[in-house]
């Protein structure tokens, strides 16, 4: 398997750089909103504040020049003219310039100068003639509004103009003419914060310079001004200007005339400490992403690297290289998961190499198997007179059950012997119990002398580790003299010649002696019987894996149903062959395939009636 | 399937080991030393089965007895089949003091295994069975074995 285009690493990367930077991104977002809504009520206050400030002074200076002006009024309507005292106070207001009653002139129709009080040497009369051509769209703001303040060279020179009403003909204009140079300066300073006075016209009479004269509507268009109701006393806004800026603009009314003292400061200025705020924090963010970057590289590398190696392990093992170990570095879950990987790949390595083993060893017993099968006669033989079925299988590869049969000139042997235990161990001592019967064979020893010698060889093979039962006899087939030896083996059954079936009752067993096993002691003595028998006897010989075939409930066939299943099958036919094969049927129909728990071995010789046909010693039992 | 057990009981010179199990190559007899004591007995009630590595283990065991007088008790088939065929099993110092016979009804399948005891049904060369066994429902019940085989240690036993 190969590794995905984004592969863990980067996966651990992402996560720890994408996620805290999409977070700081949301909380640097939210707390820039938070912070600028804050800046911009803040800045709205302090605008708000300076406005209603500076509108305030305004307020008191021209109520205490109006004030100021009372008592010269009352001297005025004492005495038709200004009186010294009038005069004197005059000089008591810094700031007022000169006072002017303009009165009706029927003869023009029009308002002319009349009594004139003014300090000295400010040329009252010189400033009239500038004025008087904006006399008259004073005079209808005048009776409009009552009072007019205004600044008609759009300097720092101020002029008020109230009416005084009279009980007849038309009311005279008091005229104040009066400086507020240090007010208009606060106009003028140069700062991110503009400050003007305007009428609700619009007219900018103070303000910064080239604005002085202009209509403030036109650069700024502020709604205030555009309502029908008298504005009220102070307020913001925040408008967009002329150049498509937004500016934040506050206003306070003076409380004279229509005039108003604006402040307005463009946004970006406003809130300049948000931007910087925000260069820094992005600044910062891209300091810890980056920090967080070639931490997460470490880290990931840190994971990755162990992982990498186990991930190049596993493919090693796929290539069959199981002796592959990772070094564990760590004390986490990545490194119990490279413990245990080592683990895993030795086990796997030991299962191999014992499977490997194994393999090689199941090789060798089939091998082995296919030699021992080499130490059995054909299943079937004929010997004149005597015919010989029988069936052999091993519990495992190999068994230590043995059976056997040779002619020897007018005798034939007939062995079968059972090793202690199955498997390889016994398989070896039944290879040279035959080899060794072979040679006794050929000797022509008797069955007691034989199983004697026999004895001795498999002593001293086993050294008393392994033993054999035995059943060894020598039948005579022209006269049908047995002569027999047992060494602890099974007894076998024979059964006489009769008509009709046989029964239980009719087992006869050969059991008139019986000696040690063989390789339980060297120097054993084996006795052997001999008796008679006839034409048409037959002679059952076993082992004791018979009775101990099991079902798949692992219940033993056992004794019972053994000697039924015999009966029946040699009550099925006379030929030795046939019975086998029922007999056979039989016990695999109770076994069902059930692996065997002991090597199983039987066979059956009988004494023909009459000699007949040879039969093919090549002819296979049907099982 | 059962491990070899074995439980001893020793009173005096007189030693009971009360066997049960399986005797296979695993049955570990070497903690049941019996020498020394003039009289064993071996109670075999309990025991299920025995191989043939298991009768070399016992033969190797029974054997090493030099004085003791055995008894064998309660036999089952199992140990009776072995008496009968392997040579040594039962040595000729050892007495059967009782053994199991297997009765069987071929028609209710009803199966019995009767206590033989010493001297009264069996003693040196005789069986004297008992002349009838019945099984639950009444049925009278035969021996489930070859007689000739079964009995062959009491009549060699003189």
Known sequence: ?623 | MSKFQCKVDRQGPKLTLQLGGIIDEDADFAPLAINGAHEVKIDLDAIKSINSCGIREWIKWIGANSSAKVIYAKCPKVIVDQMNMVDGFLPAFAQVESFYVPYYNEDSGAEKNILFRYGVEFKEGQVQPPSEVKDETGNTMEMDIIESKYFKFIKSKV
């Open chain 1, 1 to 623: 398997m190969s590794l995905s285009k984004l592969s863990i690493r980067y996966k651990i990367l992402l996560i720890l750089t994408v996620m805290p930077a999409v977070a700081l991104l949301v909380y640097l977002a939210i707390a820039l909103k938070v912070f600028k809504d804050d800046k911009v009520a803040y800045v709205f206050d302090t605008t708000s504040q300076m406005s209603s400030s500076i509108a305030g002074q305004l307020k008191t200076r021209l109520d205490n020049i109006v004030k100021l002006t009372q008592p010269i009024l009352q001297d005025l309507g004492q005495f038709q003219d200004f009186s010294r005292l009038s005069r004197a106070f005059l000089q008591f207001d810094s700031s007022l310039q000169a006072m002017a009653i303009m009165v009706w002139d029927e003869k023009t129709s029009s308002y002319k100068v009349g009594p004139v009080l003014e300090k000295e040497a400010y040329g009252f009369e010189k400033f009239w003639m500038l004025w008087k051509g904006q006399w008259n769209p004073n005079l209808v703001q005048l009776f409009m509004n009552e009072t007019v303040v205004t600044n008609p060279f759009l300097d720092d020179r101020f002029t008020l103009i109230q009416k005084i009403e009279r009980p007849e003909g038309r009311p005279y204009l008091v005229v104040l003419l009066f400086q507020l140079s240090d007010l208009a300066q606060q106009f003028q300073t140069k700062s991110a914060q503009n400050f003007y006075l305007i009428q609700k016209s619009g007219k900018i009479l103070l303000g910064p310079e080239n604005s002085l004269g202009q209509n403030l509507k036109d650069t700024l268009p502020v709604r205030f001004l555009d309502l029908n109701k008298q504005a009220s006393g102070s307020g913001v806004e925040t408008i967009k200007d002329n150049q498509g800026a937004n500016r934040l603009v506050s206003y306070a009314s003076v409380g004279w005339g229509d005039l108003y003292v604006i402040s307005t400061v463009t946004e970006i200025n406003a809130l300049s400490a948000v931007e910087i705020l925000k260069r820094k924090s992005l600044l910062f963010l891209v300091v810890l992403i980056s920090a967080t970057t070639i931490l997460s590289l470490f880290a990931s590398s840190t994971l990755t690297h162990a992982l990498t190696k186990l991930f190049e392990a596993t493919g090693e093992v796929t290539k069959g290289h199981f002796d592959v170990q990772v070094v564990v570095e760590s004390n986490d879950e990545v490194g119990a998961l490279a413990q245990n990987f080592n683990k895993m790949a030795a086990e796997v390595s030991r299962l191999m190499l014992q499977t490997a083993e194994k393999a090689r060893m199941e090789s060798e017993l089939q091998t082995a198997r296919m030699v021992q099968e080499t130490l059995f006669p054909a299943p079937r033989a004929d010997f004149e007179t005597i015919e010989i079925a029988g069936f052999y299988e091993p519990a495992s590869e190999v068994g230590g059950d043995w059976w056997s049969y040779t002619r020897i000139d007018d005798h034939v042997y007939l062995w079968i012997g059972d090793a202690t235990g199955h498997g390889a161990g016994a398989a070896l001592i039944t290879s040279a119990a035959k080899s060794a019967a072979g040679l006794i064979e050929s000797l022509g020893f008797s069955p007691g002398q034989a199983l004697q010698e026999l004895n001795k060889s498999i002593f001293d093979v086993s050294r008393g580790k392994v033993m054999m039962t035995f059943f060894l006899g020598k039948l005579n087939i022209k006269t049908y003299e047995l002569v027999y030896c047992n060494a602890s083996h099974e007894a076998p059954f024979l059964f006489r010649k009769k008509e009709g079936p046989y029964k239980k009752k009719d087992i006869e067993l050969l059991d008139q002696n019986n000696n040690p096993r063989l390789g339980q002691s060297r120097d054993s003595q084996y006795q052997e019987t001999k008796i008679q028998l006839e034409k048409g006897d037959l002679v059952f010989f076993y082992t004791d894996g018979v009775p101990d075939i099991r079902n798949p409930q692992n219940e033993a066939w056992g004794e019972r149903e053994f000697i039924k299943g015999l009966l029946a099958s040699l009550n099925t036919s006379t030929q030795s062959y046939k019975a086998l094969s029922h007999f056979c049927e039989s016990f695999q129909v109770y076994r069902q395939g059930t692996t065997l728990a002991d090597d199983l071995t039987f066979f059956i010789v009988k004494n023909k009636e009459e000699s007949n046909q040879e039969v093919s010693a090549n002819e296979q039992v049907s099982m």
